[in-house]
């Protein structure tokens, strides 16, 4: 079946530590992007990308770093400079014009 | 700048009631596109409608409804007969059809629907 999915659901971070969520679809979609979502502030754009090779900073984009080397895969590494990364995020993706954009399932990220 | 209010941060209603989620939308473009999305417990948000800036006609599908009013700046949501079914977050976003836009959304913060039997 066609879908995006997000690996792993629920991931720990120690002080420090640098981790990466991983994003994958098999919807052939051209664009891909990261969420981060709080509660009660709705969804944040963090990073996006068009097409492989080129990605675009979105509103909260510090203490984060994204590749896209493959059109299906999208990889967040959330670094130590990310203050406070405990949240939710969100990776979708859509194809391009102003379609409606798919979502995967979330990683939760705590920091312990 | 664009931006997507929902008035509700929760509502709570009992089974088979009427409920209505607000969304009201702020852009400076003539061309947007708005969108509604679930997102049920278990996290990954759910597309149920899009509607292109021109296309003020109101749209039912089973128990939903939409209400879109560009006078107002409005895309309100009904659900019909309320499930304890339908209890999860539900999402009203905006794209602009600029060329910079790159398909970003702008999502409202979420309202909370519970539906209690």
């Known amino acids: 079946d066609g879908g995006i999915t997000q690996s792993p659901k629920y991931l720990f971070r120690k002080e420090g530590q640098n981790v990466t969520l991983s994003c994958e679809q098999n919807?052939?979609?051209?664009?891909m992007y990261w969420y981060r979502q709080d509660p009660g502030q709705g969804l944040r754009l963090i990073y996006y990308?068009?097409?492989?090779?080129?990605?675009q900073k979105g509103d909260i984009a510090e203490g984060y770093s994204v590749s896209r080397e493959k059109k299906e895969s999208f990889p967040l590494t959330v670094t130590s400079a990310q203050k406070n990364p405990t949240a939710f995020y969100l990776c979708?993706?859509?194809?391009?014009?102003?379609?409606?954009?798919?979502f995967g399932q979330g990683t939760r990220l705590t920091v312990v | 700048a664009q931006k997507v209010t929902q008035a509700q941060t929760e509502i709570s209603v009992v089974e088979k009631e009427d409920v209505t989620l607000d969304c009201v939308y702020e852009?400076?473009?003539?061309?947007?596109?708005l969108f509604w999305y679930k997102q049920p417990p278990s996290g990954e948000l759910v597309f149920l409608i899009r509607r292109n800036s021109f296309d003020e006609q109101n749209e039912i599908s089973g128990r939903y409804s939409w209400n879109f009013q560009k006078s107002t700046s409005s895309f309100n949501f009904t659900i019909t007969a309320s499930q304890v079914v339908d209890s999860a977050v539900y999402f009203c976003?905006?794209?602009?059809?600029?060329?910079?836009?790159?398909?970003?959304?702008?999502f409202g913060q979420g309202t909370i629907l519970t539906v209690h039997p």
């Open positions: 979708a993706s859509r194809r391009t014009g102003n379609t409606e954009a798919f």
């Open positions: 852009t400076r473009d003539t061309t947007y596109y």
């Open positions: 990308s068009q097409i492989v090779n080129d990605f």
């Open positions: 919807l052939n979609h051209d664009a």
């Open positions: 976003a905006l794209i602009d059809a600029g060329g910079t836009s790159y398909g970003k959304l702008t």
